[in-house]
Nanobody, 116 residues
Framework: QVQLVESGGDLVQPGGSLTLSCQAT????????MGWYRQAPGKQREVVAT????????KYADSVKGRFSISGANGWNTVYLQMNSLKPEDTAVYYC?????????WGQGTQVTVSS
């Protein structure tokens, strides 16, 4: 079992920056992918960025390339999402996800609102 807790969501103005954090606990040695996803009101949940913990191979959604950066600490038990040049369309609940040998785990989500 893996537990994920996100933090860092906030209200930010367009063009601003924000860093989200995700802390993984439990059977973290079984995790092989950590990722950030988001879900805007009335829309499906979509992938933002993913990282393979063993190879550090990282992939971004086209909509955030060049603006967002995923990184890890403590062997990827802590995962960050640095978000720059935020746009109103980045407004969503952001979720952390861990793919582990026994299944996928999600955090509870953290709200990011980009508005003036």
């Amino acid at each position: 079992q893996v537990q994920l807790v996100e933090s860092g969501g906030d209200l930010v103005q367009p063009g601003g920056s924000l860093t989200l954090s995700c802390q993984a606990t439990g059977s973290t040695s079984s995790i092989y992918v950590m990722g950030w996803y988001r879900q805007a009101p009335g829309k499906q949940r979509e992938v933002v960025a993913t990282a393979f913990t063993t190879t550090a191979f990282i992939k971004y959604a086209d909509s955030v390339k060049g603006r967002f950066s995923i990184s890890g600490a403590n062997g990827w038990n802590t995962v960050y999402l640095q978000m720059n040049s935020l746009k109103p369309e980045d407004t969503a609940v952001y979720y952390c996800k861990a793919d582990a040998r026994d299944g996928a785990y999600w955090g509870q989500g953290t709200q990011v609102t980009v508005s003036s």
